[in-house]
């Protein structure tokens, strides 16, 4: 018996694919998949043209949609201050846009600006997958200053 959710699943990633490759990987499943991975591939080719990022979002596992632990406002600032200015600036953009503000308050005049001038350069929207491993990082970081009792 098939999943229907993992049918969909299937169906999304194969119709984002170039032509070639979804005739290669049809042809490589069980015969008995193919008939409704065609519908559901010709379905979702018809209606929507299908952004990288939500098909992502789409494919992703419950688990990694689920919100970071983020560190606090005063430990932020810590991890913040050990980044290069253009480290600082992807996680401002990326993950604590609401930060952003407060992290720059505390920045000397030169940081300060080139934090800025990196964020004006950066894409809108910004890559998902940095934007979560910049998340992953932060939460671990931040947990690890707290537990070394570092934190201020």
């Known amino acids: 018996m098939i999943n229907k959710v993992g049918v969909r699943k299937a169906a999304l990633a194969l119709a984002s694919m170039h032509p070639a ?7 490589h499943m069980p015969p008995a998949w193919r008939p409704p991975l065609s519908a559901l591939i010709s379905e979702a080719q018809t209606h929507v043209s299908i ?3 939500l098909l992502q979002a789409a494919l992703a596992d419950e688990h990694e949609r689920l919100e970071h632990d983020l560190p606090t406002p005063d430990i932020l600032i810590v991890l913040l201050d050990r980044l290069a200015s253009h480290w600082v600036a992807r996680v401002l953009v990326a993950v604590v846009p609401d930060h952003a503000e407060i992290y720059l308050a505390t920045c000397d005049k030169n ?3 080139a934090i800025r ?3 004006m350069r ?3 929207p910004f890559p998902a997958s940095l934007a979560h491993a910049m998340a992953c990082y932060l939460g671990e970081a931040g947990h690890a200053l707290r537990s070394a009792g570092a934190a201020p």
């Not at 490759?21 to 042809?27: G, Q």
Request: no cysteine; hydrophobic share 30%.
């Open 21 to 27: 490759d979804r005739r290669w990987m049809l042809a």
């Open 117 to 119: 001038r990196e964020m």
């Open 111 to 113: 940081r300060g600006e």
């Open 51 to 53: 952004d990288p990022e």
């Open 122 to 124: 950066l894409p809108n």
